[in-house]
């Protein structure tokens, strides 16, 4: 079973950095696309950033220049360096892939989240 593995989530003060890594495991499968998004407590899941299998990357207008999408394709591993970070920022931050599965096709795979914590 594919599975989408977040870690890195703290609580860091305002002003701090923070790495997050998202780890895509199991049996047989392609990774097209990978994306960040967050879910602030009350709030509705939003979009944060994409990188594209070839590494284009997309952002959240709201949060480009802060926040930096990376991946590394050799160990299937997408990567979110959060810099200057604020209070609006604490949120629970999953991840998700565009998989193609050997015999289940291609579909939106997610993480289970990681917590971020911005204290001011």
């Known amino acids: 079973q594919v599975q989408l593995v977040e870690s890195g989530g703290a609580l860091v003060q305002a002003g701090g950095s923070l790495r997050l890594s998202c780890a895509a495991s199991?049996?047989?499968?392609?990774?097209?696309?990978m994306a960040w998004y967050r879910q602030a407590p009350g709030k509705q899941r939003e979009w944060v950033a994409t990188?594209?299998?070839?590494?284009?990357?997309n952002y959240a207008a709201s949060l480009k220049g802060r926040f930096t999408i990376s991946r590394d394709n050799a160990k299937d591993t997408l990567y979110l360096q959060m810099d200057s970070l604020k209070p609006e920022d604490t949120a629970v931050y999953y991840c998700?892939?565009?998989?193609?599965?050997?015999?289940?096709?291609?579909?939106?795979?997610w993480g289970q989240g990681t917590q971020v914590t911005v204290s001011s």
């Open positions: 199991g049996p047989a499968f392609s990774i097209n696309s």
């Open positions: 998700m892939a565009d998989l193609k599965v050997f015999q289940r096709g291609r579909g939106n795979y």
């Open positions: 990188i594209t299998g070839p590494g284009s990357t």
